[in-house]
C-alpha cells in the first residue's frame, strides 16, 4: 500500500458503468510527513488532482511498519500559498475507507479494531480509544510542525477539532478536541495579523474591523490595554459572518480572546487616560474618523451608548468626554469653537481637530456652542471653589436666584444638586458668629419655621455647634424658605429613634405642640429632661440640660 503509484478501477454495475484510474506522487518532507499528489483520470471527464499533507506516527505493535496517520486536503495557488481544505469523505480509514465518520475534517488512517464486516470501528473498544489518544498526540505534533513550515494558517485551524457538540454521538476522537485546546492555550500557535508569526492565546486580541488594527498596532494597543504585557492582532478575516466565523466563535468563547470593537475601546480609554493625551492630533483625526463609520454608538437611545467616553481634545490639550450623564438626559462637557464664547469658563474642542473632523462632531456627537446654563455652572464652580465665598452678598443672591431657576429643570437638577453639594456656600450663624458653610457638610437650620416655632430658641444651650441660615438677610433679598430648602437647609427635627448624626437633636417639638410631656429622652450624648416651661406658648418653651 504503501507504494503504490498507480490505481486502475473499472466498474460495471449496470447503469453506473465506468472506468478511470489514479495516478500518486508521493514527496517525502521528513521521515513522518509526506506530500501526496493524487490525480484522477476518469473517462469522458476532466482530470481533477488532490493534495495532501500527511503525518504519521508508528504504534507499539509487533509489525514495525504500523503507523497512525493523518492527512490534510490542500490546495496550492498559483502564487504557490498553500491553504487547507475539508476532506470530502471524512471516514475513519483502517487502510481502506470505512462507513464511520469520524467528525472530523481531515482524514484519520490506523490499524482500528473494526466489526467483523469492516464497515464500522466501534468507539468503545479499549484498542480504538488507545489509539484516538496517539492520534491527539499525532495532531498536536502535526500542528505544530505545520507552524514551524510557515504553513499553520486559519485555513488549517477552521479544519481542526473545535467544536466539542461534534463528539456527542462517536466520542472516539474527543481527545482530539482535548489536544487541541490545549495546544492553542499553552502554545505560540495563533497566526497574527498580516501573516507577521505566531503568538499565545494570552497575547492575542481580535479587532472587529481592519481599521482598529491599523489605528493601534500591536506596540498602542498593549500600551492601551496593559502596558507590562504584549499584545498582538489576530487575522482581521476573523468576523462573524466570514468563512473564519467558527473559528472566531472559537477563539472568543473557549480560549477566551477578546474581540475589540469601536465601542469597546471607551472602557480602555475611560480607564488610561494618558494613552489619548501622548497621541498626536493627527492620530486623533484618525480615530474620529473611525467614529464616523459606526455613528450609532453615539446615539442618546442606544443603551450602550459612548457619550461618556473620554475622547475630545480640547483648545486648552484636555482630553474630556464629550457629555456627562444627567438624571434624565446628557449634558455637554465641551463645546464648538465660538469666538463670540471663547472667553467663556468652559471648554472647546481643539481648532485643528474641529477643522479636520466637523462631520463628527457636528453631526455624530452633535456639540453645539455653549449656552446660557453651561456658562452659569461654570463661572459658579469658580467664584465657589475655595475654602470660603470671597465675593459680595448681592452677587450670592443673583447665584441663588438662577440655581432655583435650573433646579426646577428636570434636565439640569440632578447635575446641578451635585455642583451645589461639592462647591456652594450658604451665610449662616453659629454661636454668635458670622459663617459661610456648605449645606451639605453642615447641617444648615432655620432660626424659625414657617409656622412661627423659634427653632434657635429650641436648640440654645442642648447643641451650640448648629449652624443656623441667615434668614432676616435672604428674606430681605427675597430669597424664600423654599429656595433655601432647594439648597438643603432643613427645619426637620431628627427623632431620638433615628440613626444619630451630625448635631441630632431629639424630636421634642410635635409633642410639645401638642401638649404631651415625655419625663426623658435620649439624645445624643446626655439624657435630656423636660421642665415645667414658664409659658404655655410653644414659643416660650426651652429644653435644658440636666
Given at each position: 500500500m504503501r507504494h503504490l503509484e498507480l490505481i486502475e478501477y473499472e466498474i460495471k454495475i449496470p447503469g453506473k458503468e465506468a472506468s478511470g484510474e489514479y495516478l500518486l506522487d508521493a514527496e517525502p518532507i521528513n521521515d513522518h510527513c509526506t506530500r501526496v499528489s493524487a490525480i484522477e483520470s476518469e473517462d469522458d471527464k476532466t482530470d481533477e488532482s488532490l493534495s495532501f499533507i500527511k503525518f504519521s506516527m508508528p504504534i507499539d505493535s509487533r509489525v514495525s511498519t504500523r503507523t497512525i496517520d493523518v492527512a490534510f486536503t490542500v490546495a496550492t495557488d498559483k502564487e504557490g500559498k498553500t491553504t487547507f481544505q475539508k476532506a470530502k469523505n471524512p471516514y475513519i480509514s483502517v487502510y481502506f475507507p470505512t462507513e464511520t465518520e469520524s467528525k472530523l475534517d481531515f482524514i484519520v488512517q490506523g490499524p482500528f479494531r473494526t466489526t467483523p464486516n469492516r464497515s464500522s470501528v466501534p468507539a468503545d473498544e479499549e484498542e480504538n480509544e488507545a489509539l484516538a489518544e496517539q492520534t491527539a498526540k499525532l495532531l498536536r505534533q502535526s500542528v505544530l510542525e505545520l507552524r514551524d513550515m510557515g504553513l499553520l494558517d486559519l485555513s488549517l485551524i477552521r479544519i481542526l477539532p473545535l467544536d466539542e457538540d461534534d463528539f456527542d454521538v462517536y466520542p472516539l476522537f474527543y481527545p482530539l478536541y482535548e489536544e487541541m485546546r490545549d495546544l492553542f492555550?499553552?502554545?505560540?500557535?495563533?497566526?497574527?495579523?498580516?501573516?507577521?508569526?505566531?503568538?499565545?492565546?494570552?497575547?492575542?486580541?481580535?479587532?472587529?474591523?481592519?481599521?482598529?488594527?491599523?489605528?493601534?498596532?500591536?506596540?498602542?494597543?498593549?500600551?492601551?490595554?496593559?502596558?507590562?504585557r504584549?499584545?498582538?492582532?489576530?487575522?482581521?478575516?476573523?468576523?462573524?459572518?466570514?468563512?473564519?466565523?467558527?473559528?472566531?466563535?472559537y477563539f472568543s468563547s473557549i480560549l477566551g480572546i477578546e474581540v475589540i470593537r469601536p465601542e469597546d475601546l471607551r472602557s480602555y480609554f475611560n480607564d488610561n487616560h494618558s494613552f489619548l493625551e501622548n497621541r498626536d492630533n493627527d492620530w486623533l483625526v484618525r480615530l474620529y474618523k473611525l467614529y464616523e463609520t459606526v455613528p450609532n454608538i453615539f446615539s442618546e437611545s442606544n443603551?450602550?451608548?459612548?457619550?461618556?467616553?473620554?475622547?475630545?481634545?480640547?483648545?486648552?490639550?484636555?482630553?474630556?468626554?464629550?457629555?456627562?450623564?444627567?438624571q434624565s438626559s446628557y449634558l455637554p462637557n465641551v463645546f464648538l469653537p465660538s469666538k463670540k464664547a471663547m472667553q467663556a469658563e468652559v471648554e472647546f474642542v481643539h481648532p485643528y481637530l474641529f477643522e479636520k473632523c466637523r462631520t463628527f462632531f457636528e453631526n455624530v456627537l452633535h456639540l453645539k456652542t455653549p449656552n446660557e446654563y453651561e456658562h452659569f455652572v461654570k463661572s459658579l464652580e469658580k467664584?465657589?471653589?475655595?475654602?470660603?465665598?470671597?465675593?459680595?452678598?448681592?452677587?450670592?443672591v443673583q447665584d441663588i436666584h438662577a440655581l432655583v431657576k435650573y433646579l426646577r429643570n428636570s434636565d439640569y437638577e440632578a447635575d446641578l444638586r451635585q455642583i451645589v453639594r461639592k462647591a456652594f456656600y450658604i451665610k449662616c450663624r453659629s454661636g454668635g458668629k458670622a459663617y459661610w458653610?456648605?449645606?451639605?457638610?453642615?447641617?444648615?437650620?432655620?432660626?424659625?419655621?414657617?409656622?412661627?416655632?423659634m427653632l434657635e430658641q429650641y436648640y440654645k444651650g442642648i447643641a451650640p455647634d448648629i449652624y443656623f441660615v441667615d434668614f432676616d438677610a435672604y428674606q430681605s433679598?427675597?430669597?424664600?424658605?423654599?429656595?433655601?430648602?432647594?439648597?438643603?437647609?432643613?427645619?426637620k427635627i431628627?427623632?431620638?429613634?433615628?440613626?444619630?448624626?451630625?448635631?441630632?437633636?431629639?424630636?421634642?417639638?410635635?409633642?410639645?405642640?401638642?401638649?404631651?410631656?415625655?419625663?426623658?429622652?435620649?439624645g445624643n450624648s446626655a439624657l435630656i429632661s423636660w421642665k415645667r416651661p414658664f409659658s404655655t406658648s410653644p414659643s416660650m418653651r426651652k429644653l435644658k440640660t440636666p
Open positions: 492555550s499553552s502554545e505560540r500557535v495563533l497566526p497574527v495579523k498580516d501573516g507577521k508569526g505566531y503568538t499565545k492565546a494570552a497575547n492575542a486580541v481580535i479587532a472587529r474591523s481592519r481599521e482598529i488594527a491599523e489605528l493601534l498596532p500591536s506596540e498602542l494597543i498593549s500600551e492601551l490595554i496593559n502596558g507590562k504584549h499584545y498582538e492582532w489576530l487575522p482581521v478575516s476573523l468576523t462573524e459572518t466570514g468563512p473564519y466565523k467558527d473559528v472566531l466563535s443603551y450602550r451608548n459612548i457619550l461618556d467616553a473620554v475622547i475630545v481634545r480640547t483648545a486648552s490639550n484636555r482630553i474630556v468626554a464629550p457629555y456627562r450623564k444627567s467664584r465657589y471653589a475655595g475654602t470660603d465665598f470671597s465675593g459680595s452678598f448681592e452677587e450670592h458653610a456648605r449645606p451639605h457638610s453642615k447641617v444648615i437650620r432655620f432660626p424659625q419655621s414657617e409656622t412661627g416655632l433679598a427675597g430669597i424664600t424658605f423654599d429656595d433655601l430648602r432647594a439648597l438643603g437647609v432643613t427645619d431628627i427623632t431620638g429613634d433615628e440613626k444619630p448624626g451630625v448635631n441630632t437633636i431629639p424630636a421634642i417639638l410635635a409633642d410639645s405642640l401638642s401638649g404631651e410631656r415625655p419625663e426623658t429622652f435620649a
